[in-house]
């Protein structure tokens, strides 16, 4: 599967960002698909994650209640709305999938990854 996530750009502390992670190649079809992030200096870090099957979801606590994932079948899409954003929030976002993982908040268990797209949290 091949996956092109876009969304991303420049916006005030308080607002919002929708992000998309499209499969440009296949689909999601029994994937697990994750969101994680890379902000300037640090390591990519979990943000949420839903499985294509059941829509069970899982969020990192430092975006839980301000973050919602979520999966349209029909266009093979995983989204990420972002509200109240913060200047902490500021990454390269990228969307990953996986069929088999021990955890599902490590990157090194995600097999097909997206080239990201960078959002700024102007404060």
């Known amino acids: 599967v091949q996956l092109q996530a876009s969304g991303g750009g420049l916006v005030q502390a308080g607002g919002s960002l929708r992000l998309s992670c499209a499969a440009s190649v296949g689909t999601f079809s029994t994937f697990t698909v994750g969101w994680f992030r890379q902000a300037p200096g640090k390591e990519r870090e979990f943000v949420a994650v839903?499985?294509?099957?059941?829509?069970?979801?899982y969020y990192a606590d430092s975006v839980k209640g301000r973050f919602t994932i979520s999966s349209n079948n029909a266009k093979s899409t995983v989204y990420l709305q972002m509200n109240s954003l913060k200047p902490e929030d500021t990454a390269i976002y990228y969307c990953?999938?996986?069929?088999?993982?021990?955890?599902?908040?490590?990157?090194?268990?995600?097999?097909?990854w997206g080239q990201g797209t960078l959002v700024t949290v102007s404060s």
């Open positions: 990953a999938a996986t069929k088999y993982y021990t955890r599902e908040d490590y990157a090194n268990e995600y097999h097909y």
């Open positions: 839903i499985n294509w099957t059941t829509i069970r979801t």
